[in-house]
């Protein structure tokens, strides 16, 4: 029996009082709710950092619609500027030298023309966030070869 009570002595002396544990258990808890809340934060305040980027590409990916569709008369006004025995960029128009005709941008069609050697594109009129926006492709010469620069109000819409 005394090697009973020996035992139980011996384990009572391991015991933590009741209010220690209890404390220590209430830190526990708020850090772990304080860290999963630091972290929630973080994750919220990536989402809203990266919906611009989201926004931004969603953009750039629709634009391609209308990029693609002034390829083929990039292509065309390329072979009119470089087989034409004098350049002068100002004589190639919509409609002239095989180039097709004016199309104006509407509910249904987005618009594209070519003006003073310039292709002008234009986004339709859709309501939506490129509504009327604008891509516009200025030729140069430049040693036999055309070079083009990019302006419009795509830029401002970081579609182009």
Not at 4 to 22: A, D, L, V, W, Y
Not at 107 to 131: C, F, N, P, Q
Request: glycine share 6%.
């Amino acid at each position: 029996m005394s090697q009973m009570r020996k035992s139980t002595e011996c384990s009572s002396e391991f015991q933590q009082p009741e209010g220690i544990s209890r404390t220590q258990f209430d830190q526990q808890r708020v850090a772990s709710l304080a860290l999963a809340g630091v972290m929630l934060v973080l994750i919220i305040i990536s989402v809203v950092r990266n919906v611009d980027r989201y926004e931004d590409l969603n953009i750039s990916f629709r634009y391609i619609e209308l990029t693609d569709l002034v390829e083929p008369v990039k292509e065309l006004l390329e072979v009119a500027i470089l087989s034409a025995p004098a350049v002068d960029l100002n004589s190639f128009e919509s409609g002239i030298a095989g180039l097709p005709d004016e199309v104006l941008a509407s509910e249904k069609a987005h618009g594209i023309s070519v003006i003073d050697g310039r292709i002008i594109a234009t986004w339709m009129k859709d309501e939506s966030d490129l509504d009327g926006v604008t891509y516009i492709l200025t030729p140069k010469i430049d040693r036999g070869e055309v070079k083009w620069s990019v302006t419009g109000t795509c830029s401002e819409k970081k579609a182009c």
